[in-house]
């Protein structure tokens, strides 16, 4: 077994304050022996507008928060994976991404952001993803970690089973969703939809999260969460910001292999599509 450790903080439009407080939570992360270290979507940052997003955006070798993050993993070999905001090629957007950084401090993996939220809820959040950010085209190939066999989505991947399912066909033992889900939709939906791809692709579930309020218009639920194949939580955080956290757990690869042996799930894909 190998402990993993998942970080909750509140990033701001300060690229320095939020990697202060990275900093913070893998000095705790290598407190507790943690093999790999989890952080939310948009770590970096998080702006009041999708001009203000495209405006604070720099490469990942201009970004002084993952130059930062790369001497930490270094300093620790501590591999770190994190969600960050990444230039496009025509400068009019951003890419929201998530990054797995090695025990050497080098990015060795990348995946772009597919689904991107668009809602407008009677009551709730307002929000248009799309205007800001470009959508990614590829769902990445999980990669051979120290802690599992990783596959990378984000946040509104979440609602989305047929990527989590792909992830899973290919041999997948630990699904991340680092997110930054609004208050509204985090209270109806978080812990459910975690759970159901926990138990649907019988694997362990790693779900980063942003807590607390960003700025004047952007607020997340928080309850940064671990969940095993079983359905189980076995690890959460809770929804109000009193500085950078963490939450811990143990992946053991042998329960996966329990869970889908003892339960195996054979597709009737003679009656209906693979997915």
Not at 7 to 32: D, F, P, W, Y
Not at 149 to 178: H, W, Y
Request: net charge negative; with cysteine; hydrophobic share 40%.
């Amino acid at each position: 077994m190998a402990i993993v450790t998942v970080g909750q903080l509140c990033s701001t439009a300060s690229m320095a304050h939020n990697l202060q407080q990275c900093r913070v939570i893998i000095e705790k992360a290598v407190s507790v022996g943690s093999r790999a270290l989890f952080l939310p979507e948009a770590s970096d940052y998080i702006a009041s507008s999708p001009a203000e997003t495209v405006a604070l955006v720099r490469s990942t070798r201009d970004s002084e928060f993952v130059r930062g993050l790369q001497k930490e993993a270094r300093s620790a070999d501590l591999p770190i994976n994190v969600g960050i905001h990444e230039p496009t090629e025509d400068g009019t957007k951003v890419k929201n991404t998530l990054i797995w950084i090695d025990g050497n401090g080098e990015i060795v993996q990348r995946y772009q952001k597919l689904h991107l939220f668009d809602v407008d809820i009677e009551g709730g959040p307002i929000l248009k993803e799309s205007q800001g950010v470009e959508k990614g085209m590829n769902i990445l190939p999980p990669f051979d970690t120290p802690v599992g066999r990783v596959g990378l989505t984000i946040c509104f991947d979440l609602r989305f089973p047929e990527m989590s399912l792909a992830l899973k066909r290919q041999n997948c033992q630990i699904i991340t969703f680092p997110s930054a889900f609004t208050m509204q939709t985090g209270k109806a939906h978080w812990d459910v939809l975690l759970r159901a791809r926990a138990i649907e692709c019988q694997s362990y579930v790693v779900a980063a999260a942003q807590v607390g309020t960003h700025n004047g218009k952007r607020a997340s639920y928080g309850h940064s969460s671990i969940i095993s194949p079983w359905g189980e939580i076995v690890a959460q955080a809770g929804g109000v910001f009193l500085g950078p956290e963490i939450i811990s757990a143990d992946i053991d690869l042998d329960f996966v292999a329990r869970v889908q042996r003892e339960m195996p799930l054979h597709r009737r894909t003679d009656v209906y599509p693979e997915i």
